[in-house]
């Protein structure tokens, strides 16, 4: 393992202790609001300052940690199963199947799913429990996420339909679902681990502003999402870098699960 | 033979546009939130004019009605008006269209030229640090969110196109680079280093042309993705483009303009996928 | 001769010279003072204008238009709030409240050069009166069923008499811009100061002066002093507050009070905050009788001690002072004290006591278990509350509502909906539990608000369109309201009023949070502004302002 992946695994596995040991880390609960110290800097008591309402940055994001670490690479897994199937497949199949998969496929990128996910909100009860709220956010992020890597893949399965080792797989009698899985499944990674990596964030900050349907995580939990909002005040933020620490830290999950994805992609120099 | 294909093709075409109207009115008609009018919540207004307001709104109760009369209207060149904004559909996306091509426009091409510098630098040079670096930068636009980054646009006084740029570029370069470096491992490649030759002839000659078709996908999908980011930039820069006017009719329900400007990007969409298909078969037809 | 002749022509060079320095002095003193009256006055909405027409004015960004294109009999001075002559002389209201006599002012003329007279107002009225039109404008005069009849007395003198008598009717005349019977032009013929010059949608409304204004300052210059206003669409206020920072506007109409206490501590000359504004936010809990919610949480709702228990245990000036930053006052009733002649004075805002709330739902039945607060029936107390996304000091309102109603053992959920999905469920599903949400009033008159005290009114908001009052202290409030509007008397209105707000504070239907300060900024080179609490706060007075160029 060279070092770049050590250090990715390093990295993964201290945001994940923190996030698990919130309970012990944090210096308050994400909820308690300390009211005479409202957007207050760092400091001894509060290590990353105070939010708008007095509660403590650190703690707000050690347990928000927990549901986007958790949840997002969830959904972009399940985003990325469904581009594989459904483009993976068809660019494998080829001919009508190709064109019918591709049609809907432009049509989901082109659709306003933002009224589907209004939609979604209205059959939830108004007092539907914060933890199924964010099931729902990041399920239905998963089943909307596929349709960009189903097209990339397509062609990358139609580009592999006349590849010689899967010629040679076919004539050596291996056919239909298993000559798919075992042969250019494999040979697809590259796009499918691109479509996971970028789903990560894509995810987290789709999370947020889902916030505007009533979807989303909601107060006072708190989810990465959520703590990358505050960057949009952006009048005042440049004073204040601490508000910066949401940003870092994804920007190293995601980082690091690049860079031990990006194994297969390591070619001798 | 090839007549009947552009003939099937062109007609698949229309019927998913087609569809995709049709959808986009159901998905709008059924969301809640349909019938409501802000101006109910005016004190001022009667009960007479309350109900006014809601019966506007009545008219496009039934989906298959409004998109028969919608279609109908459609033919003889009247896209309706603008519930919102009480102007034509038609002079709206007329005034606005050229504004979000330009962006887009621009906005792509920075992204592309971007993402395959990198990726092809990347994948040229082999070096784990400069992966790092990369993988590093795109991972940091791709983790502001994309209202940070229009505000960001506004506080430098830089274009809109370079924030749809910086919100597209991590995604394509992420796919093109794992593309190349895939296609590194193909048995022609490692046999062309063997026997010696450039390593930018290989990338060039060898490597690239081995993705094309699949790079050519990325870029049929990118136009979407900046379609999408159109629509946040556009609001909080305050450019009068297509994707500002998406975002009010979003909010207002605006089904007229929320229908015509979904067919429009669908339009947009399959033009960008279907030429990047064939573009692709061509390749694919070349090489072999 | 030679001599002479040099001589001759050395004089002229000289009297040129002299000549063309006087002219450039001149000149140069002119531009300077052209400079200093005139200029281009830069400000933002935050949404794009619907309309042109002054008479289907609905949203604050075609009223702001209006306001400075519209030419109006009277005028609410916004810094006095006395109603003072305008297009009208001088005006008349009958003894019943139904007829208004307007003297108008000869000599003027439409922007496009049409004459003004009699026959325009007569004309105005018919349009504004049409029940096709269905405007708040209109709307607002229409006291009972019947015509409305105009009478032309003569080219400068009209009287109007409506069905019934319409209380504050002369006020009323502030919001009704005059349009031209005869102009080719239309609505785009206008009185006001400024006319329409330039519209490109989605950014910007170019106005441009009036030349035909009618109206001189006191040295008998004619007004306005400006040149032009430029009023860009922003919906998004960090975008408005940086550009404002850049010194490319002039004015912030509205600011939030985050921005506000930044902006003071770097430039304190630039904001203004000018108190207490007419707005207000509340809470209210769902009383409709068929609402889609369980039965003992209507039960729970529709208790005049429950709601005064929630409003006992909501820390009003946490709400004021964290959310608002200080720019907030907690709110009293209905009114505002910024409403000097309507507001209750006898009327204190609700003090913050948990203890005192907890005892007072002990006293209904309910118990604290393990710190969870539980009915009669063992239903734990856990409802939901509703605001609109986008807003975030509703939101932060919301929060910090939530964390004190849990020191009393109640669970709230707190839920950010966009707003047309609000608005269904208020109205037409009534589908919610609770909402906090603000209402701007434009009006000081309470019969503006008819709508909302009416048991039958669509927007009683916590329970419309009642076929008849479902409590008693609801049809006291209607009998009130119905009084005070049919009565000319302005005295025997306050009392009728005051009660109305007396009541609404012993049963809660509405709690009201706070009223906020009316912030906004503007910049140095803006002269004559004086920011106000009536909107529109900062260019009330845009036919005085000038804007000295950079």
């Known amino acids: 393992m060279n070092l770049w992946r050590k250090l990715a695994c390093v990295a993964l596995a201290v945001v994940v202790c923190a996030s698990l040991g919130a309970n012990w880390l944090a210096p308050a609960g994400y909820e308690k609001q300390y009211r005479e110290a409202t957007d207050a800097p760092p400091s001894h008591a509060h290590w990353l300052g105070t939010d708008e309402l007095g509660r403590d940055r650190l703690a707000r994001v050690l347990y928000g940690t927990r549901i986007s670490l958790l949840l997002a690479p969830a959904a972009a897994l399940l985003s990325t199963l469904m581009a594989a199937f459904v483009g993976g497949l068809a660019g494998y199949l080829g001919g009508i199947w190709a064109r019918l998969a591709m049609a809907v496929t432009d049509l989901c990128l082109s659709l306003p799913w933002l009224f589907l996910l209004i939609t979604a909100r209205a059959f939830l009860p108004l007092n539907v429990s914060p933890l199924i709220s964010v099931l729902v956010t990041f399920l239905l992020l998963g089943l909307l996420g596929w349709s960009t890597a189903a097209r990339v893949l397509c062609a990358s399965a139609a580009s592999l339909r006349s590849a010689d080792f899967v010629r040679q797989a076919r004539a050596a009698g291996v056919s239909g679902l298993r000559l798919f899985w075992i042969h250019v499944m494999p040979n697809l990674k590259p796009v499918l681990y691109a479509q996971f990596w970028i789903s990560i964030p894509v995810f987290i900050l789709s999370e947020a502003n889902l916030g505007i349907l009533g979807l989303g995580v909601a107060e006072p939990m708190p989810s990465w999402g959520s703590l990358l909002r505050e960057l949009e005040g952006l009048v005042s933020v440049r004073e204040e870098p601490w508000k910066f620490v949401p940003l870092v830290l994804l920007v190293v999950v995601v980082m690091s699960f690049q860079l031990l994805l990006s194994r297969q992609q390591e070619v001798p120099a | ?288 | 001769m030679k001599h002479d002749e040099k001589m001759r022509g050395e004089m002229k060079k000289k009297r040129t010279i002299a000549l063309v320095l006087t002219i450039l002095c001149l000149g140069s003193l002119l531009g300077r003072a052209l400079a200093q009256g005139g200029g281009e006055l830069r400000f933002c909405v935050r949404m794009e204008p619907k309309t042109f027409d002054p008479l289907k004015v609905e949203d604050e960004a075609s009223a702001s238009i209006r306001y400075l294109t519209g030419g109006v009999l009277v005028r609410v001075n916004r810094q006095t709030q006395d109603l003072e002559p305008a297009l009208a002389q001088s005006w008349k209201v009958s003894k019943d409240g139904r007829q208004i006599t307007f003297r108008l002012r000869s000599g003027i003329s439409f922007s496009d050069g049409t004459p003004f007279s009699a026959g325009d107002v007569a004309y105005t009225i018919q349009q504004l009166m049409d029940p096709a039109l269905h405007s708040p404008t209109g709307d607002a005069f229409r006291s009972g069923t019947g015509n409305v009849e105009s009478k032309v007395i003569s080219p400068t003198q009209i009287s109007i008499t409506f069905p019934a008598p319409v209380a504050g009717l002369d006020r009323l005349f502030d919001q009704v811009a005059i349009l031209s019977e005869r102009s080719p032009r239309k609505e785009a013929a206008v009185l006001g100061p400024f006319m329409l010059a330039d519209y490109k949608p989605g950014a910007t409304v170019l106005l441009k002066r009036n030349p035909n204004y009618w109206k001189s300052d006191e040295q008998g210059r004619k007004l306005p002093y400006l040149d032009s206003i430029r009023v860009d669409i922003q919906p998004n206020r960090d975008v408005e507050m940086l550009r404002f920072k850049r010194g490319e506007l002039d004015l912030i109409n509205s600011l939030d009070s985050e921005y506000f206490d930044k902006l003071e501590a770097t430039s304190p000359q630039l904001v203004h905050d000018a108190g207490p504004s007419l707005d207000s936010e509340q809470l209210w809990f769902n009383q409709v009788a068929k609402a889609p919610i369980p039965v003992y949480k209507k039960n729970w709702f529709r208790s005049a001690n429950f709601r005064k228990a929630i409003s006992e245990a909501i820390n009003r000036e946490d709400l004021s002072r964290i959310v608002f930053h200080g720019h907030a006052q907690p709110a009293a009733g209905p009114f505002s004290p910024a409403n000097r002649f309507w507001f209750n004075s006898k009327l204190k805002p609700q003090a913050y006591s948990p203890d005192t709330a907890l005892k007072a739902l002990q006293s209904d039945g309910f118990r604290l278990e393990n710190g969870a607060l539980k009915d009669k029936d063992g239903n734990a107390v856990v409802f939901s509350i509703i605001t609109n996304a986008g807003s975030k000091t509703r939101e932060r309102m919301a929060v910090l509502i939530q964390d004190d109603l849990q020191k009393i053992g109640i669970h709230v959920n707190v839920v950010t909906l966009d707003f047309p999905s609000l608005i269904e469920r208020m109205t037409q599903s009534f589908d919610y539990e609770a909402i906090i949400l603000g209402l701007t009033n434009v009006d000081l008159d309470p019969n503006g608000e008819m709508n909302v005290w009416l048991s039958s009114a669509e927007n009683h908001q916590w329970n419309p369109q009642q076929k008849t009052p479902e409590t008693s202290w609801e049809a006291e409030i209607d009998r009130l309201m119905r009084a005070q509007a049919s009565s000319t008397d302005l005295k025997r209105r306050k009392e009728a009023f005051d009660r109305v707000q007396e009541i609404v504070v012993e049963e809660q239907p509405f709690i009201f949070l706070i009223n906020k300060n009316a912030l906004s900024a503007a910049s140095t080179a803006v002269h004559g502004a004086a920011s106000v609490i009536l909107s529109p706060q900062t260019f009330w007075n845009a036919e005085r302002l000038t804007v000295s160029t950079k």
């Open chain 2, 1 to 288: 033979m090839l007549k009947s294909r552009i003939t099937g093709h062109a007609l698949a075409l229309v019927a998913t546009i087609l569809l995709g109207g049709f959808l986009s009115a159901t998905l709008v008609r059924l969301a809640p939130g349909f019938d409501a009018e802000e101006q109910e919540l005016d004190p001022h207004l009667s009960a007479e004019s309350v109900q006014a307001l809601r019966a506007t709104r009545q008219q496009d109760h039934n989906v298959w009605r409004f998109y028969f009369s919608y279609m109908n209207r459609a033919a003889h060149g009247d896209f309706g008006t603008s519930l919102a904004l009480a102007q034509p559909v038609r002079t709206l996306l007329r005034d606005r269209a050229p504004l979000t091509l330009r962006l887009l426009a621009l906005g792509l091409g920075l992204a592309w030229v971007a993402a395959l510098s990198f990726a092809l630098t990347a994948a040229w040079l082999r070096i784990s640090a400069y992966d790092a670096l990369t993988t590093m930068v795109s991972g940091t636009f791709l983790c502001i969110p994309a209202a940070v980054l229009a505000l960001f646009s506004v506080l430098w006084n830089v274009p809109g196109s370079l924030a749809i740029a910086l919100i597209v570029f991590p995604h394509i370069y992420r796919y093109a680079r794992n593309l190349l470096a895939k296609s590194y491992s193909l048995p022609h490649i490692i046999t062309a280093r063997a026997k010696g030759l450039g390593e930018a002839r290989i990338l060039f000659w060898h490597v690239v042309p081995a993705v094309a078709p699949q790079l050519l996908a990325v870029a049929g999908v990118s136009v979407s993705m900046a379609v999408g980011a159109a629509i946040p930039v556009e609001a909080l820069c305050g450019l009068p483009g297509v994707g500002q006017l998406a975002w009010q009719a979003a909010m207002a329900r605006d089904l007229p303009l929320l229908v015509n400007i979904t067919i429009l990007v669908t339009l947009v969409t399959l033009l960008a996928n279907s030429g990047s298909d064939v573009i692709g078969l061509m390749v694919r037809g070349q090489k072999s």
